[in-house]
Nanobody, 122 residues
Framework: QLQASGGGLVQAGGSLRLSCAAS????????MGWFRQAPEKEREFVAAISWIGLSTYYVDSVKGRFTISRDNAKNTVSLQMNSLKPEDTAVYYC?????????????????WGQGTQVTVSS
C-alpha cells in the first residue's frame, strides 16, 4: 500500500528526493514517516510529518539538510535530502501510522513501503 521511489547513487554534497505513494484509505488521517536502515544496523527514524502537515519531526543528524512534505490531494509524501553524506547511505522506508501518540518508533506505524536504496559516495 506504500510505494517508495527516488533512491539512487549520488556523490557527497548532492541531493535526492524520495517519494512515497500511498493507497491507504483516508491518507490524510495518517502520520507519515521515513526510516532508514544501513547494513548491519537497526532501522532508525529519519523524519515524520503530522496528518495535515502542520508538524514535522527530524532526527538530529538530518536537521537542516532533509525536508519532509506531504500532498494529501495526491496521497504522497516526499523527503528532500540535501547535502548528503556517506553516512546517509541506507535503504529508506516510508511508513504510515494512525492512532499513535508518537512518531519516531517503528511501533507507531501500521504500514510500510518496500524501501528504496540511497547510496552516497565520498
Amino acid at each position: 500500500q506504500l510505494q517508495a521511489s527516488g533512491g539512487g547513487l549520488v556523490q557527497a554534497g548532492g541531493s535526492l528526493r524520495l517519494s512515497c505513494a500511498a493507497s491507504v484509505r483516508t491518507f490524510s488521517a495518517y502520520t507519515m514517516g521515513w526510516f532508514r536502515q544501513a547494513p548491519e544496523k537497526e532501522r532508525e527514524f529519519v523524519a515524520a510529518i503530522s496528518w495535515i502537515g502542520l508538524s514535522t519531526y527530524y532526527v538530529d543528524s538530518v536537521k537542516g539538510r532533509f525536508t519532509i512534505s506531504r500532498d494529501n490531494a495526491k496521497n504522497t509524501v516526499s523527503l528532500q535530502m540535501n547535502s548528503l553524506k556517506p553516512e546517509d547511505t541506507a535503504v529508506y522506508y516510508c511508513a504510515a501510522g494512525r492512532y499513535s501518540a508518537g512518531w519516531d518508533q517503528r511501533k507507531d506505524y501500521n504500514y510500510w513501503g518496500q524501501g528504496t536504496q540511497v547510496t552516497v559516495s565520498s
